[in-house]
Every structure is written in C-alpha cells, then in structure tokens.
C-alpha cells in the first residue's frame, strides 16, 4: 500500500508508523466504532493520503477540530515530527483510541483533548498557527468553532468534497463577521478515482470579537 504514498517521501520509519497505526484502526475499529473504511487499499487512500497532502513548515502548534481516529492531525505529526498538535475530540471513546495510538508510536508533543471545540478552555484562544478540520459540518460552522481559537496570520485548513463551491458562497458573512479571508484553495484528486477534494485555506486577519464562539445551538441554528 505504500505506492499510493510514493510522492510524500516518507522514510521507512514513518511508513512502519502507518502501518501500525492502520492496524490498530482495525483491529480497535469495533470497541471504538472508528470509521466504516476498513479497507486496506481505502484507509491508505482516503484517510493517509487524503491527511498527507497538507503541506507546513513543519514546526506549527496545530489543532484537529473533530479529529475522530486521528485524520489528519496523527498523521500529519507521523510526517512532520516536529509540530505540536492538539487533537480536539467530544468523544470520550474516541479520544481513548487516539491516546492508544499515541503510546503505541510513541510520538511527543500530542495533546489529546476530549470537549467540544466551543467549550475549549479560554487558554487556547488565539493559541494556534493552523487548525484542520475533516468530515465536519459545515464551512460557516467550523469557522467560527475555530477561528477564535487560531492566532492573528493563522490559518483554518477547511477540507471538503467536491461540492465545497457552495459552502464557500455562503461563508462570506461568516468570514467578514470574524475579520478573516479565503487566501487560498488546493484542488486534488485522489488515486484510484476514489473522490475530488478541495482544502480551503482561510486566513485571520484580527482578533475575534469575545462574543464568538457562541454555543453550538446558536452557531446552528443561526450560523453567521
């Protein structure tokens, strides 16, 4: 399974970490209800790959809003040692497997946190240089769970399907509410035609007004 991931030249050593982390994915699945990918061929595509593709600097404090089995916060520490991550997760069973990968790879400076990112101690507002988010809800919600937590010049990773066009339309309240601004957007495709994808880069401009976030009904039912 390795070839699909030839173009991120990754050393053995982190390949071997992979491979054991896909182990564990499975074996662990059913006590942790994880992911319905069990496939081998999948899992390396649609969950390595599809985390491999972010491209840092390699030295940022990142968060993982909604991080379920780890995508793509673990595997992005599996290939940029030298980050710092915070991996935000409300689901307490979710957050025992990621503590077993952790100690089962031995990998440092991984933090796991188990609330709901509008209930994050006010110690992490304006903490973070990037914040990721996978398979979340939707673009206008994410944004305001996570940019008052990023720092001024920091940046949320919005990652999304194909139809991520919409979603972008309808975030323009949204970004100009919390002083923020698309500054980019990457279009991939995975191998195997298994799906278009698109990372939507948004940049924060200024502090975050302390009203936001409000609670998770109000970010619902009346988003930005």
Known sequence: MDKYLEEFALSSEQLNKLDIYYKLLISENQKYNLTSITDKEEVYIKHFYDSLIINLQGDEVIGDIGTGAGFPGLVLKIKYPHLKVYLIESNQKKCGFLNLVIESLNLK?????????????????????????????????????????????????????????????????????????????????????????????????????KLYPRTYNLIKNKPL
């Open 109 to 209: 400076d991984v933090y796991v946190i188990n609330a709901r990112a509008e209930d994050l101690d006010s110690k992490y507002r304006e903490f973070f240089d990037l914040i990721v988010g996978r398979a979340v809800s939707s673009m206008r919600i994410f944004l305001e769970l996570s940019i008052p937590f990023l720092k001024v010049e920091g940046k949320v990773f919005v990652m999304k399907g194909k139809n991520y066009q919409t979603e972008v339309d309808e975030s323009s309240s949204t970004l100009k509410t919390l002083n923020s601004e698309i500054c980019d957007i990457i279009k991939y495709e995975l191998p195997h035609k298994l799906g278009s994808r698109a990372i939507i880069k948004v940049l924060k401009k200024k502090q975050t007004n």
